[in-house]
Protein backbone atom coordinates (compact mmCIF):
# COMPACT_ATOMS: atom_id res chain seq x y z
CA UNK A 1 0.00 0.00 0.00
CA UNK A 2 1.16 4.05 -0.57
CA UNK A 3 2.33 5.48 2.34
CA UNK A 4 3.20 9.14 3.35
CA UNK A 5 5.87 10.28 5.94
CA UNK A 6 5.88 13.11 7.39
CA UNK A 7 7.77 14.38 10.64
CA UNK A 8 5.80 14.18 13.70
CA UNK A 9 6.56 18.05 14.58
CA UNK A 10 8.16 21.12 13.05
CA UNK A 11 9.17 24.23 15.90
CA UNK A 12 9.44 27.64 14.16
CA UNK A 13 9.56 31.33 15.56
CA UNK A 14 7.45 33.37 14.25
CA UNK A 15 8.17 35.88 11.66
CA UNK A 16 10.34 32.53 10.02
CA UNK A 17 9.67 29.90 7.93
CA UNK A 18 8.11 26.86 8.53
CA UNK A 19 8.84 23.53 5.82
CA UNK A 20 6.82 20.44 6.37
CA UNK A 21 7.92 17.27 3.81
CA UNK A 22 5.82 14.63 3.07
CA UNK A 23 7.67 11.64 1.48
CA UNK A 24 6.40 9.03 -1.14
CA UNK A 25 7.36 6.57 -3.63
CA UNK A 26 7.03 8.24 -7.03
CA UNK A 27 5.45 11.42 -5.57
CA UNK A 28 6.72 13.39 -8.37
CA UNK A 29 3.91 11.62 -10.78
CA UNK A 30 1.08 12.29 -7.63
CA UNK A 31 -1.13 15.63 -6.95
CA UNK A 32 -0.88 16.51 -3.67
CA UNK A 33 -2.88 18.58 -1.41
CA UNK A 34 -2.23 19.92 1.93
CA UNK A 35 -4.56 20.45 4.97
CA UNK A 36 -4.20 22.31 8.22
CA UNK A 37 -6.22 21.27 11.15
CA UNK A 38 -6.49 23.06 14.33
CA UNK A 39 -8.13 21.35 17.34
CA UNK A 40 -11.87 20.57 17.17
CA UNK A 41 -12.50 22.31 13.47
CA UNK A 42 -12.79 21.10 10.60
CA UNK A 43 -9.71 20.86 8.74
CA UNK A 44 -8.94 23.01 5.75
CA UNK A 45 -7.46 22.61 2.42
CA UNK A 46 -4.81 25.33 2.11
CA UNK A 47 -3.00 23.69 -0.83
CA UNK A 48 -4.29 21.80 -4.06
CA UNK A 49 -2.44 20.59 -6.91
CA UNK A 50 0.58 20.49 -5.52
CA UNK A 51 0.89 24.64 -5.67
CA UNK A 52 -2.44 26.00 -5.95
CA UNK A 53 -4.20 28.09 -3.00
CA UNK A 54 -7.43 27.54 -2.71
CA UNK A 55 -9.43 31.38 -2.44
CA UNK A 56 -8.73 33.20 1.07
CA UNK A 57 -5.28 31.32 1.76
CA UNK A 58 -2.27 33.84 2.34
CA UNK A 59 0.09 33.83 -0.05
CA UNK A 60 2.99 32.82 2.56
CA UNK A 61 1.55 29.12 2.13
CA UNK A 62 3.08 27.64 -1.04
CA UNK A 63 4.00 24.29 -2.44
CA UNK A 64 7.05 22.15 -3.81
CA UNK A 65 8.08 19.01 -5.20
CA UNK A 66 11.54 17.39 -5.37
CA UNK A 67 12.63 13.83 -5.73
CA UNK A 68 10.30 11.90 -3.41
CA UNK A 69 9.09 14.49 -1.45
CA UNK A 70 6.51 17.15 -1.49
CA UNK A 71 6.88 20.76 0.64
CA UNK A 72 4.72 22.89 2.28
CA UNK A 73 6.19 25.93 2.84
CA UNK A 74 4.97 28.34 5.34
CA UNK A 75 6.96 32.11 5.52
CA UNK A 76 6.62 34.94 7.84
CA UNK A 77 4.96 32.33 10.24
CA UNK A 78 2.09 33.51 12.54
CA UNK A 79 1.22 32.43 15.95
CA UNK A 80 -2.57 31.73 14.18
CA UNK A 81 -0.73 29.00 11.74
CA UNK A 82 0.30 26.52 14.95
CA UNK A 83 -1.75 23.87 13.96
CA UNK A 84 -1.53 19.89 12.25
CA UNK A 85 -0.83 19.55 8.72
CA UNK A 86 -1.46 16.66 6.29
CA UNK A 87 -0.79 15.89 3.17
CA UNK A 88 -2.61 13.71 0.21
CA UNK A 89 -2.57 12.20 -2.24
CA UNK A 90 -4.71 10.16 -4.80
CA UNK A 91 -3.70 6.70 -5.69
CA UNK A 92 -4.79 4.69 -8.48
CA UNK A 93 -4.82 1.53 -6.05
CA UNK A 94 -5.04 2.90 -2.99
CA UNK A 95 -7.42 5.74 -3.72
CA UNK A 96 -6.78 8.44 -1.01
CA UNK A 97 -4.02 8.54 0.73
CA UNK A 98 -3.02 10.54 4.14
CA UNK A 99 -0.12 11.35 6.07
CA UNK A 100 0.71 11.13 9.31
CA UNK A 101 0.62 14.91 9.70
CA UNK A 102 2.89 17.28 11.25
CA UNK A 103 2.23 19.22 14.42
CA UNK A 104 3.41 22.70 13.64
CA UNK A 105 4.47 24.73 17.13
CA UNK A 106 4.61 28.59 16.87
CA UNK A 107 7.50 28.97 19.60
CA UNK B 1 -17.89 28.02 2.49
CA UNK B 2 -19.82 25.01 2.77
CA UNK B 3 -20.74 23.54 6.21
CA UNK B 4 -20.81 20.03 6.76
CA UNK B 5 -21.90 18.49 10.29
CA UNK B 6 -21.91 14.81 11.34
CA UNK B 7 -24.20 13.14 13.66
CA UNK B 8 -24.60 9.76 15.84
CA UNK B 9 -23.70 8.12 18.82
CA UNK B 10 -20.20 8.38 20.29
CA UNK B 11 -20.59 5.29 21.93
CA UNK B 12 -20.44 2.17 20.53
CA UNK B 13 -20.65 -1.26 21.85
CA UNK B 14 -18.12 -3.89 20.39
CA UNK B 15 -19.50 -5.98 17.79
CA UNK B 16 -22.40 -3.51 17.04
CA UNK B 17 -22.89 -1.30 14.11
CA UNK B 18 -21.72 2.00 14.13
CA UNK B 19 -24.18 5.32 12.14
CA UNK B 20 -23.27 8.21 11.50
CA UNK B 21 -25.26 11.18 9.23
CA UNK B 22 -23.75 13.88 7.91
CA UNK B 23 -25.71 16.79 6.82
CA UNK B 24 -25.06 19.38 4.03
CA UNK B 25 -26.64 22.71 2.79
CA UNK B 26 -30.21 21.64 1.41
CA UNK B 27 -29.81 21.05 -2.72
CA UNK B 28 -26.16 20.87 -2.48
CA UNK B 29 -25.66 16.95 -2.55
CA UNK B 30 -28.21 16.89 -6.06
CA UNK B 31 -25.86 19.03 -7.66
CA UNK B 32 -23.16 16.28 -8.82
CA UNK B 33 -20.73 18.41 -7.99
CA UNK B 34 -18.82 16.47 -5.51
CA UNK B 35 -18.54 12.72 -4.07
CA UNK B 36 -19.18 13.08 -0.63
CA UNK B 37 -17.30 10.67 2.02
CA UNK B 38 -16.14 9.97 5.34
CA UNK B 39 -12.53 10.19 6.66
CA UNK B 40 -11.74 8.79 10.36
CA UNK B 41 -8.45 9.40 12.37
CA UNK B 42 -7.42 7.53 14.98
CA UNK B 43 -5.84 8.59 18.18
CA UNK B 44 -2.17 9.59 17.11
CA UNK B 45 -2.11 8.09 13.83
CA UNK B 46 -3.16 9.96 10.26
CA UNK B 47 -6.65 10.34 8.42
CA UNK B 48 -7.51 7.02 6.97
CA UNK B 49 -9.92 7.34 4.14
CA UNK B 50 -13.57 5.22 4.43
CA UNK B 51 -15.27 6.15 1.21
CA UNK B 52 -17.17 8.39 -1.29
CA UNK B 53 -20.46 8.47 -2.41
CA UNK B 54 -21.81 10.41 -5.45
CA UNK B 55 -25.26 11.84 -5.92
CA UNK B 56 -26.51 8.88 -8.09
CA UNK B 57 -25.72 5.88 -4.96
CA UNK B 58 -22.08 5.11 -7.23
CA UNK B 59 -20.20 4.64 -4.19
CA UNK B 60 -15.72 3.91 -3.85
CA UNK B 61 -14.38 2.20 -0.44
CA UNK B 62 -10.84 1.66 0.99
CA UNK B 63 -10.34 -1.80 0.26
CA UNK B 64 -9.31 -2.58 3.91
CA UNK B 65 -12.92 -1.50 5.48
CA UNK B 66 -14.62 -2.47 2.61
CA UNK B 67 -16.17 -5.55 3.91
CA UNK B 68 -17.52 -3.95 7.33
CA UNK B 69 -18.39 -0.21 5.34
CA UNK B 70 -21.83 1.14 3.86
CA UNK B 71 -22.06 4.78 2.87
CA UNK B 72 -25.42 5.94 0.98
CA UNK B 73 -27.34 8.82 0.63
CA UNK B 74 -30.19 9.56 2.74
CA UNK B 75 -31.99 9.79 5.27
CA UNK B 76 -33.11 12.83 3.66
CA UNK B 77 -31.88 14.82 0.89
CA UNK B 78 -29.53 16.90 2.63
CA UNK B 79 -28.19 14.01 4.36
CA UNK B 80 -25.71 11.06 3.68
CA UNK B 81 -25.05 8.27 5.72
CA UNK B 82 -22.28 6.08 7.08
CA UNK B 83 -22.59 2.48 8.21
CA UNK B 84 -19.72 0.15 10.06
CA UNK B 85 -20.06 -3.01 11.35
CA UNK B 86 -18.57 -5.33 13.66
CA UNK B 87 -17.19 -2.69 15.50
CA UNK B 88 -13.53 -3.05 17.35
CA UNK B 89 -11.64 -0.95 19.38
CA UNK B 90 -9.20 -0.34 16.15
CA UNK B 91 -12.74 1.69 15.09
CA UNK B 92 -12.17 3.84 17.76
CA UNK B 93 -11.21 7.67 15.80
CA UNK B 94 -12.69 10.78 15.30
CA UNK B 95 -15.06 10.45 12.11
CA UNK B 96 -15.22 13.56 9.18
CA UNK B 97 -17.68 14.31 6.37
CA UNK B 98 -16.07 16.01 3.76
CA UNK B 99 -16.98 16.98 0.01
CA UNK B 100 -14.25 16.27 -2.83
CA UNK B 101 -14.68 18.00 -6.15
CA UNK B 102 -15.67 15.56 -8.79
CA UNK B 103 -12.45 15.26 -11.05
CA UNK B 104 -10.16 17.03 -8.69
CA UNK B 105 -9.06 14.32 -5.87
CA UNK B 106 -9.12 16.66 -3.47
CA UNK B 107 -11.31 17.45 -0.27
CA UNK B 108 -12.26 21.18 -0.35
CA UNK B 109 -14.61 20.57 2.00
CA UNK B 110 -15.26 19.20 6.02
CA UNK B 111 -17.19 18.92 8.70
CA UNK B 112 -15.57 19.57 12.11
CA UNK B 113 -15.76 15.89 13.18
CA UNK B 114 -17.64 13.45 15.70
CA UNK B 115 -15.50 11.26 18.11
CA UNK B 116 -16.75 8.07 18.58
CA UNK B 117 -15.41 5.16 21.12
CA UNK B 118 -15.91 1.70 20.53
CA UNK B 119 -16.04 0.28 24.29
CA UNK B 120 -18.43 -2.08 26.30
Known amino acids: ?107 | QLQLQESGPGLVKPSETLSLTCTVPSGTLSGGNYYWGWIRQSPGKGPEWIGNVYYSGVTYYNPSLESRVTISMGPSSSQFSLSVNSVTAADTAVYYCAGCVVGSNRFDYWGQGTPVTVSS
Not at chain 1, 15 to 43: D, F, L
Not at chain 1, 45 to 65: E, Q
Not at chain 1, 76 to 95: I, L, N, P, Q, T
Open chain 1, 1 to 107: SYVLTQPPSVSVAPGQTARITCGGNNIGSKSVHWYQHKAGQAPILVLYGDYGRPSGIPARFSGSKSGNAATLTISRVEAGDEADYFCHVWDSSDDHVFGSGTKVTVL
